[in-house]
């Protein structure tokens, strides 16, 4: 029967052996073109230099067979010997695997010199040395200090698969292991420990500290540094009749008419060439989080390395929300005092602000879905958005979820972000944005931004992106196209908004949340930008006036990862994608393909939370949650602690000593 049909066939049979083997080889060749396609043409010219080394899979065992599986913590990054460019680098000598001992330690103090003849010519006012929670100066005390460990010379860390420490001053050299980084925070597992060849630090009785004393006291001595603004408050409030006739007025505009209330961009600016400008860490956590010593130690660790050891500059709070709505806490102090008793150490009592649900709906009552169950997640903007209304002695607000660790130090960490965005060109922000950086791919970020310009012809978004009913608070632009910008706009400008991750249009994106939006006048057509994550972000006091004021007068709604970054597009704000280190933990992608995974915007990439590679990112140090336990941070970070993942301590004679990495989640600890 099959034969007769074959012979009545239109098609001789030879002629459909063909055709099929056509449409084979046409399928190949298509299953081959994503990974240059789908990176949008962002691969370096040249041909690839990089190979991804994983310990234990090109290397044979004895038995011939290989270890194709892959051990947290073991891939790293190694050059072929080709030597193009001058760039070619040796094999590292010190990966995930390694251990403290035996590399020289030594006090990590990434701190400017203060006070030097170089500092002065520079900034106003002095710096004065801060008392800590041992009851003296904190600067030159080894006991308040955290510890590295230099790698040699001829050895550098690990790198990356996105971002860099070199292209951006993160600096490379130096490794962090667990006892040296935390033993100055009361890491009770350090008593005893002679491997880094230091004394222990004195005891503190931890329960008697009292942070929000030392860091007031901290800018009493330091107010001279610093811009003096309006008396700041020490919790929140529900609004006012006030608030809501004058919320104009919270707007910073760059040129505001005489006599107007409004703040001045342009002033602020010219002042804050000689005032330091002050941040404010906003740590979110809320009700029945149980604060573990790891959390203890990370909190400690932020204040005495960002507040007191800087005189200031930055100072640490915890944003506390109130789930449970019978406890009334603005109706009645003891309700309040009770609430923290209850839900936060003492030792931050003074530091942690609390909030909830009614007070968000009466501040924002335009805006929808306050549900106590969906307003962490889809409000996370507005307590800070408040927090500048009771702080607004501050000039740049950062937001850390309280499940991010940074092995490194803290101060050194958002002093390079904020130095190196301040750096940064407006021209083309938002198209350098669009795209993870790989130094295995685009080898250098001169390269990396020269690629995007070809891209772009030298054009892209310049000045504000408008919508209907929002009216820019940002600059014009100096020249009527960005052709006409040497790509000198914006450079020494504070950033308006850091993400630590890439920002694309949603639209174009398969992303869940591309289309939640609410009372945008223009609708699904209004413009706008997201980020995959936002764990860590800053945003200045500018962009978060710009939101409040949008939230309160026409209830505008978008996910936390759209708001910030969308706002900043509306009103020509200057925005910078941090190119954080970020490690991949796998073992059957190169560079290449990687990067075409994580550089387009299709179906097939991880922007896509139900696409094929929706599970790649948990094999990231700092991605999001994928709920596929256990991702990569959690089990590097487990490693680092010296437990495993029930929380057993296991054999501590290795001492891993990583390089200064953010990780996200971290879950359980």
């Known amino acids: 029967m099959f034969q007769r049909q074959r012979e009545g066939s239109f098609f001789p049979r ?12 046409i399928s190949l060749l298509w299953f081959q073109l994503p990974s240059k396609a789908l990176s949008r043409h962002l691969h370096a010219p040249s041909e690839k230099i990089y190979d991804v080394y994983i310990q234990g899979s090109q290397d044979q065992d004895a038995s011939g067979t290989g270890d194709s599986r892959l051990q947290p913590g073991d891939v790293y990054a190694q050059r072929n010997d080709t030597g193009e460019d001058g760039i070619g680098l040796p094999r590292p000598s010190v990966d995930f695997t390694t251990s403290a001992i035996d590399i020289p330690f030594e006090i990590y103090d990434p701190y400017p010199d203060y ?38 010379n001829d050895a550098l860390e690990p790198q990356p698969i996105f971002g860099s420490y070199k292209d951006t001053g993160l600096g490379f050299g130096y490794c962090f292991e667990r006892h040296a980084r935390n033993s100055a925070y009361g890491d009770e597992d350090a008593a005893g420990d002679r491997l880094n060849n230091r004394p222990q630090p004195q005891k503190v009785e931890w329960e008697k500290v009292n942070w929000g004393r030392l860091q007031r006291e901290c800018y009493n001595r330091n107010r001279g540094r610093f811009q003096e603004g309006k008396a700041p408050l020490s919790m929140f409030r529900f609004p006012t009749h006030e608030d809501t006739s004058r919320v104009n007025e919270t707007l910073i505009l760059p040129d505001p008419a005489p006599n107007s209330e409004h703040q001045s961009y342009r002033q602020w600016f010219s002042n804050s060439k000689s005032y330091k400008a002050r941040n404010a860490v906003l740590l979110r956590t809320y009700e029945n989080k149980k604060y573990t010593p790891d959390n203890m130690l990370h909190i400690r660790s932020m204040i005495t390395e960002l507040s007191l050891h800087s005189g200031a500059e930055y100072e640490v709070f915890l944003l506390v929300q109130i789930v449970d709505l019978d406890r009334h806490i603005f109706s009645d102090p003891a309700v309040y005092q009770k609430a923290l008793d209850d839900f936060v150490p003492h030792e931050f009592h003074n530091i942690s602000i609390l909030f909830n649900v009614p007070l968000l709906e009466a501040w924002y009552p335009k805006v929808g879905k306050h549900n106590p169950k969906d307003s962490q997640q889809a409000h996370m903007t507005q307590p800070v958005q408040l927090f500048s209304l009771l702080r607004p002695d501050f000039d740049m607000y950062w937001q850390f979820e309280l499940d991010v660790r940074y092995t490194g130090h803290h101060y050194h960490h958002l002093e390079a972000i904020r130095q190196w965005s301040q750096k940064q060109p407006r021209k083309l922000q938002w198209e350098r944005a669009g795209y993870f950086y790989s130094p295995f791919i685009h080898r250098t970020w001169k390269n990396f931004s020269a690629k995007v310009g070809e891209l772009t012809k030298g054009s892209g978004v310049w000045g504000a992106v408008t919508t209907t009913g929002i009216a ?50 223009d609708g699904k057509k209004t413009p706008r930008r997201t980020a995959p994550i936002t764990p860590v972000i800053a945003m200045s006091k500018r ?22 970054e969308s706002s900043a597009l509306q009103h020509g704000l200057k925005v910078v994608a941090f190119p954080e280190p970020v490690y991949l933990d796998i073992s059957d992608k190169g560079p290449e393909e990687l990067e075409s995974i994580f550089n387009n915007l299709t179906e097939a990439s991880v922007w896509n939370g139900y696409g094929p590679h929706r599970s790649v990112g948990k094999h990231a140090n700092y991605w999001w949650s994928s709920g596929m336990h256990p991702e990569f941070s959690n089990v590097l970070y487990r490693r680092w602690l010296g437990i495993d993942m029930e929380g057993n301590k296991t054999d501590d004679e290795q001492r891993l000593c990583l390089p200064a990495i953010t990780l996200h989640p971290i879950k359980g600890l």
């Not at 030879?14 to 080889?25: G, K, Q, R």
């Not at 908004?497 to 949603?506: E, G, H, R, S, Y």
């Not at 962009?543 to 990862?561: C, D, F, K, N």
């Open 14 to 25: 030879h002629v459909l052996s063909i055709f099929i083997l056509v449409v084979c080889i």
């Open 115 to 152: 006070n030097s003849k170089t500092w002065k010519e520079m900034w106003k006012g002095a710096h004065f040395a801060c008392e800590g929670p041992r009851g003296v100066d904190v600067n030159g005390n080894a006991d308040d200090m955290l510890g590295a460990y230099r790698l040699p």
């Open 472 to 521: 820019p608070v940002g600059p014009k632009p100096p020249t009527e196209s960005a052709e006409e910008d040497d790509f000198e706009w914006g450079v020494g400008e504070p950033a308006d908004m850091i993400n630590l991750m890439p920002i694309v249009d949603p639209v174009t994106t398969y992303m869940m949340f591309r289309d939640v939006l609410e009372n945008y006048p």
């Open 543 to 564: 962009l978060i006036r710009a939101m409040h004021h949008s939230q309160v007068t026409l209830g505008t709604h978008m996910m936390p990862e759209m708001f910030p």
